[in-house]
């Protein structure tokens, strides 16, 4: 799968962790910054990830912050993107499975590297249902249509 990931300074080591972890499960990894630890500002990183999510240059996102707030508010920003905040991989699994969650946003100072790891795969290999979910997408997306 070809995966965008991004991460402002606060996520620095955490996206760099997931992006070896992707990388070693043979996962096409697109880098789109940060590339070190000096303070950044993370609409910088996260809107051209999910702007490649958008165009279908990569399948899904990763985004990474402090929080995973405010990557998941820029990646919402960008047509096309549902991006969720997840601090479980119950909420990982049900923002693929209900909402077709396309970008996922995860918090290094609120998740270890091993439950993020953990939230990353439930993510990747999670199907969107459909059925039912699918008319809540749509509708989602006639909000934004201009």
Do not use: W
């Amino acid at each position: 799968m070809k995966i965008a990931i991004a991460s402002d300074h606060a996520g620095f080591e955490l996206k760099e962790h997931l992006r070896q972890y992707l990388s070693a499960k043979n996962h096409q990894v697109i880098d789109f910054g940060t590339y070190s630890i000096d303070s950044t500002d993370y609409p910088d990183y996260a809107f051209p990830a999910s702007e490649a999510v958008a165009k279908g240059n990569v399948e899904l996102g990763i985004l990474v912050c402090g929080t995973g707030t405010g990557m998941s508010i820029t990646a919402n920003k960008v047509q096309g993107v549902r991006a969720a905040s997840c601090t479980s991989i119950e909420m990982a699994e049900l923002a693929r499975s209900h909402n077709n969650a396309n970008v996922l946003a995860v918090g290094s100072r609120l998740i270890s590297k091993q439950t993020a790891e953990e939230i990353v795969q439930k993510f990747i290999e999670t199907d969107f249902e459909g059925g039912r979910h699918s008319r809540r997408v749509e509708k989602i997306h006639t909000l934004t249509r201009g």
